[in-house]
């Protein structure tokens, strides 16, 4: 990578009216011409795109930038050429157009859906019989941490964290959750304590043996820092 001295140098040298591209090629710099793009579209060839964008988008035309530290190494970017922003003819993004309805539609769909499930959840009825009725398949995540990846759902920061606000006196969140893959309702429920009683034993066993594990680590710990070590004079084993 070069030095941002050697960029510095040929930030300066612009200032003489000497041109950047053979300036760069003079100290056997490469020279990167990108072809037109906005500022929700960078170029792709770039690591830091989206700075890259930002900085270039505030230049005037024929202005170098100062030196700018991406990634991947030092840039100088001058634009040469803006393009004034245009409504595109329907025809060219005719597609992109009903995708972005459909997938409109789906959402206000899927969203309404989602809060008529809760609603009847709160009015009384079970998750099982309102699951049937939408004809959905209710799932049991089991037991997971607030930073943990929530199982069967994979990491959804937002479901955890209306998750750990719930209680037994409010089991129900005040609105659907909007997922990485949809909508979500979600319930708390406490385990069936026959299912406890069950693995109690076993609960208690893993408890203990960790608790053990920890106690002996840290015993082992320290005595490694409280341990001394001396040498006997004379003692050598080749």
Do not use: C
């Amino acid at each position: 990578m070069r030095h941002a001295k050697t960029f510095e140098i040929v930030y300066d040298a612009t200032f003489e009216g000497q041109n950047l591209a053979d300036i760069a090629q003079k100290r056997n710099l490469k020279v990167l011409t990108t072809g037109l793009f906005t500022q929700k579209s960078p170029p792709k060839e770039i690591q830091n795109a989206a700075q890259f964008a930002s900085v270039a988008f505030n230049l005037p035309i024929n202005e170098v930038s100062n030196v700018q530290e991406f990634a991947d190494g030092y840039y100088l970017i001058e634009v040469v050429e803006k393009v004034p922003a245009k409504i595109p003819e329907l025809e060219a993004v005719a597609n992109k157009v009903k995708e972005d309805v459909i997938k409109e539609k789906q959402d206000t769909k899927a969203s309404s859906e989602a809060s008529e499930f809760l609603a009847e959840l709160k009015n009384g009825q079970t998750v099982a019989s309102v699951s049937q009725k939408f004809k959905l398949a209710p799932k049991t995540t089991g037991f997971f941490k607030r930073d943990d990846s929530i199982p069967t759902m994979g990491s959804e920061t937002e479901i955890a964290r209306v998750a750990f606000k719930l209680s037994d006196q409010n089991p129900l969140p005040d609105e659907p959750i909007k997922g990485q893959k949809g909508y979500y309702v979600i319930e708390r429920q406490e385990p069936a304590l026959d299912g406890f009683e069950k693995e109690k034993a076993a609960i208690k066993e893993r408890l203990l043996q960790q608790k053990m594990f920890k106690t002996t680590e840290a015993w082992l710990n320290r005595t490694k820092s409280e341990s001394q070590i001396s040498v006997e004079e004379g003692f050598w084993q080749s």
